[in-house]
T-cell receptor, first 114, second 113 residues
Framework: NAGVTQTPKFRVLKTGQSMTLLCAQD?????MYWYRQDPGMGLRLIHY???????AKGEVPDGYNVSRLKKQNFLLGLESAAPSQTSVYFC?????????????FGPGTRLTVT | LAKTTQPISMDSYEGQEVNITCSHN???????ITWYQQFPSQGPRFIIQ???TKVTNEVASLFIPADRKSSTLSLPRVSLSDTAVYYC??????????????FGSGTQLTVLP
């Protein structure tokens, strides 16, 4: 099993450009999450999904959109990138209720917006 | 949500036992305590979870006193590879709300040779 994979690993965007980050998991997990981590800080939840076709807002959803068309994939979109979105983005997945706090994380995507 | 407080950093030497304490004074009855580990340039990794008394797995032990207002993560005989940030999280299980999983700043553990 590959676990949780993220594409791309690194990306540099100019202000106003758009991009999509792809997360894939092969563990048949129900729940998937997108976090961002800024230097010296913990992770903050952007959006999450409790199943195929469902999404919900987390702590810091503004400026991001997500889609979960397939159970194994969770996409994070930036429609118009801003320098404040420079961060490391982590995707995670977990089993459903009762084990949702045992999350499996991907390796991260380092995004720089200039 | 229960707020957690943990030391910003700790140093230890190889082979020693390390105990990292987390304070969560306003923990609720249905809250569980979870610990994660994060190495540089990697995503966090689940270590252990517990509700009360003691939980042990192949990686660590978690001690929770009767009042549950604190918890201690114990790492036996640490090595240089245990240098990482350790996060203490408190949240209700089976809430159906992933929004309640909050990572604080964590404790930077540095293991010295």
């Amino acid at each position: 099993n590959a676990g949780v994979t993220q594409t791309p690993k690194f990306r540099v965007l100019k202000t106003g450009q758009s991009m999509t980050l792809l997360c894939a998991q092969d563990m048949n997990h129900e729940y998937m999450y997108w976090y961002r981590q800024d230097p010296g800080m913990g992770l903050r939840l952007i959006h999450y999904s409790v199943g195929e076709g469902t999404t919900a807002k987390g702590e810091v959803p503004d400026g991001y959109n997500v889609s979960r068309l397939k159970k194994q994939n969770f996409l994070l979109g930036l429609e118009s990138a801003a320098p404040s979105q420079t961060s490391v983005y982590f995707c995670a997945s977990s089993y459903s209720i009762a084990r949702e706090y045992e999350q499996y994380f991907g390796p991260g995507t380092r995004l720089t917006v200039t | 949500l229960a707020k957690t407080t943990q030391p910003i950093s700790m140093d230890s030497y190889e082979g020693q036992e390390v105990n990292i304490t987390c304070s969560h004074n306003n923990i609720a009855t249905n809250d569980y305590i979870t610990w994660y580990q994060q190495f540089p340039s990697q995503g966090p990794r689940f270590i252990i979870q517990g509700y009360k008394t003691k939980v042990t797995n192949e990686v660590a032990s978690l001690f929770i006193p009767a009042d549950r207002k604190s918890s201690t993560l114990s790492l036996p005989r640490v090595s240089l590879s245990d240098t990482a940030v350790y996060y203490c999280l408190v949240a209700p299980i089976s809430s159906g709300s992933a929004r309640q999983l909050t990572f604080g700043s964590g404790t930077q553990l540095t293991v010295l040779p």
